[in-house]
């Protein structure tokens, strides 16, 4: 914490040493994209999409979940896409999981917490089990959850397409993030339903 804390303190020689890169810190935002993605810390948009200030819309959850819609319900996931799209007119909307996922090793059961989290368990109950592969990744070479964690996103996908706003034109794009070897992968129905169908971006 100390070490994040003295970045902090030195945010603003940040910027000012370099203005061009953080010029959007102070405009009015306009994101090109409402990117959905896990809480994991691993995980760092910006760095994947080398995007600055100003260009990627963020909603970030245990496990990159997408409740379905419920009229009225007051909730982050359902209250953040609705201004991402009407508000800040974004077209794009990413789910993006990522390899060795906690959340969804949870929720195919390789990955239980050694203690007590009732509230995790309460989030992650109503979700479809995502289809497992039983190969041992160690044995096939595979990023830790790969199938589980592409069958997932593909479920939050299913779940995005319930929600009024998404008819108003906008695109929805599934993504793995490879954190092994820090590459994307992105669903294409073409090429195969379910994870058979993510290939290179
Ligand atoms: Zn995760």
Known sequence: MHDLMTAARR?????????????????????????????DSRVVPAAVLDAGPGRV????????????????????EQ??????????GIRDVVVMGHSGCGAVGALVGRDVPAVEVPEVGAWLAPLPVPRDDDTPERESG??????????????QVAALATHP????????????????RGRV????PAAGAGHEGFVAL
């Open 185 to 188: 992968l992105r669903h294409d």
């Open 11 to 39: 945010f603003p020689e940040t910027v000012s040493a370099d203005p061009q890169r953080w010029a959007r810190l102070s405009a009015p935002q306009e994101p090109e994209v409402l990117l959905v993605t896990c809480s």
């Open 165 to 180: 706003v998404v008819d108003e034109g906008v695109r929805v794009h599934a993504w793995f993030l490879d954190l092994t």
């Open 57 to 76: 819309f963020e909603l970030r959850n245990a496990g990159a979940v997408v409740p379905p819609h419920v009229p009225g319900r007051a909730g982050a």
């Open 79 to 88: 209250a953040t896409l609705e201004y991402a799209v009407r508000v800040l």
């Open 142 to 155: 595979a990023p830790p959850l790969a199938v589980a964690v592409q069958e997932h996103v593909l479920h």
